[in-house]
C-alpha cells in the first residue's frame, strides 16, 4: 500500500513558476514508476509527465521544455517543476504511482488527492 500526498499547488501569474512536490509512504517507493496528472474543470484528466524507477523521463508535449520531473528516494518524493506556466495549465495536479508492465494509460496503482494550480493571465 502506497500512499501519496501533493503539495505545492497555488496561485501564480502566468510566466512563473511553482514546484509540485509528491510525498510517498512505504519502503518500496523507490519501484515504483511515479506520474503526474491534471484535470481542468469540464475536462478529463491527462496526462503531464512520468519518471521511472530507473530515472528514465517522459512529458506530454505541451510542457516538454517547461515543465521537469524528478525524483528523490530517500525522501520518498517526486517533485515536478513548472516553468513559464501559462493559463491552460491550470487544473487540479494528481500525483501517481504503478509498478509492473504496462502502460499509464492501461493502469495505475495509486492516486493522490490531488492539488490545485492556476494560472493568471
Known amino acids: 500500500q502506497v500512499q501519496l500526498v501533493e503539495s505545492g499547488g497555488g496561485l501564480v501569474q502566468a510566466g512563473g513558476s511553482l514546484r509540485l512536490s509528491c510525498a510517498g509512504s512505504?519502503?518500496?517507493?523507490?519501484?515504483?514508476?511515479m506520474g503526474w496528472f491534471r484535470q481542468a474543470p469540464g475536462k478529463e484528466r491527462e496526462f503531464v509527465a512520468a519518471i521511472t524507477w530507473s530515472g528514465g523521463t517522459h512529458y506530454t508535449d505541451s510542457v516538454t521544455g517547461r515543465f521537469t520531473i524528478s525524483r528523490e528516494n530517500a525522501k520518498n518524493t517526486v517533485y515536478l517543476q513548472m516553468n513559464s506556466l501559462k493559463s491552460e495549465d491550470t487544473a487540479a495536479y494528481y500525483c501517481a504511482a504503478r509498478r509492473g508492465p504496462g502502460t499509464w494509460a492501461g493502469r495505475v496503482d495509486y492516486w493522490g488527492q490531488g492539488t490545485q494550480v492556476t494560472v493568471s493571465s
Open positions: 512505504g519502503r518500496t517507493f523507490r519501484l515504483f514508476d
